[in-house]
């Protein structure tokens, strides 16, 4: 057997998810002083730019169910929402993600899929090991996120015509959802507390429990990525059955197993990839014979998220269209302001 070592796969793949992780960070910061701003009477003095400024249109990528709305009117309308653009760009980008490099959004982007990769990491440290739930309850409990996603289907795809998606997003409510986001963090209630808690006390044990069981964007993601020409593949004649692979998996596929990974909890993370210790054994590849390299993959992730975010900017669809006014005239009330 000829060895390889490519754990710079992994590095590569921390790099860019905790990049934009901290990016985040740093724009759900400033989005708070801008929301500030609207408190305080110094607000005033501020130029509508300066005060926009503040805030960066990738905190409307936390609106994921704002943004299905969205497609749906754009796909049934051609109108491209004006009130959170760059959420809509965000979904987009994810959607032809998935198509073509299976659900690399959730593996490579997602700061939630971040933030999870560490706690069960955290877990494994505490626990010496994770922990496998037992198929039986395995099974319906990953059966949730796909109810949950064809609720939002049924409610959003099936029952909203356009011109009640139009409203709504043209409402004040939407106008600041991304504010009425920021302030379920910073204003939670006993009920998120405790719901939060709980998430992350079953994310120590368990390898991604909000990923795998409860997040209805990445059921969306993982059944479009069927469609993605490429797949991590298995050479029979160069594996060694070492299980490296499975082992390291966060999705717990039985890579070791399979000849083509078609599951739709497969990220494309290439974890299994960077573990494989013999050289032509485990790929993401095309077919069995035509392979891409791993650099050039995650190189491909990068170009189509960053793209999609630059052809929404140069097209000015990145921008919200909500004015300083009517944030100033909304943002008081958001305590209040009631769901439509
Ligand atoms: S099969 Fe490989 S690429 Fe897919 S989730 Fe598992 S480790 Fe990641
Ligand atoms: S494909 Fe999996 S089992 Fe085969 S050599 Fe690579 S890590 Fe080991």
């Given amino acids: 057997m000829e060895k390889i070592d490519r754990s710079y796969l992994r590095y590569i793949r921390y790099a860019v998810q905790w990049g934009i992780f901290f990016f985040l960070i740093y724009a759900g910061y400033k989005f708070y002083i801008f929301i500030e701003h609207f408190a305080s009477p110094d607000a005033r003095n501020l130029t509508p730019e300066t005060i926009l400024s503040l805030r960066s249109p990738s905190v409307e990528g936390f609106l994921p169910i704002g943004a299905l709305m969205a497609f749906k009117l754009w796909v049934t309308t051609g109108i491209f929402d004006r009130i959170h653009p760059a959420g809509l760009v965000i979904f987009i980008a994810a959607v032809f993600m998935a198509l073509l490099l299976k659900k690399s959004f959730c593996g490579w982007i997602c700061p ?8 069960w990491k955290l877990g494994g440290k505490i626990f010496n090991r994770n922990f496998v739930m037992h198929r039986y309850i395995d099974y319906p409990l990953r059966s949730l996120k796909y109810i949950l996603l064809l609720f939002f289907i049924y409610i959003i795809i099936i029952k909203m015509p356009p011109f009640a998606i139009l409203g709504f997003l043209e409402g004040d409510y939407y106008k600041i959802a991304d504010v009425k986001m920021l302030y379920f963090f910073t204003e939670m209630t006993t009920l998120t507390f405790i719901t939060l808690l709980i ?3 079953l994310s120590l044990p368990f390898k991604n429990f909000w990923c795998r069981y409860l997040c209805p964007y990445g059921a969306l993601l993982g059944l479009i990525s069927f469609f993605s020409p490429l797949k991590i593949t298995r050479n029979k004649g160069a594996c060694i059955d070492c299980g490296k692979c499975s082992r390291n998996c966060p999705a717990l596929l039985p ?12 990220t494309g993370c290439l974890t299994c990839v960077s573990h494989c210790p013999a050289k032509g054994a485990l790929d993401i590849a095309f077919t069995k014979k035509r392979v891409l390299s791993p650099v050039i993959f995650a190189v491909l992730v990068i170009c189509l998220f960053f793209g999609a975010i630059g052809i929404g900017m140069i097209t000015g669809k990145w921008h919200s269209a909500t004015t300083v006014e009517e944030y100033r005239h909304i943002i008081p009330q958001a305590s209040t302001l009631e769901h439509p």
């Fill in 112 to 119: 939630v899929g971040a933030l999870s990769d560490f706690v």
């Fill in 255 to 266: 890579v070791d197993k399979k000849i083509r990974v078609r599951s739709p909890e497969c």
């Fill in 199 to 201: 998430l992350f006390l």
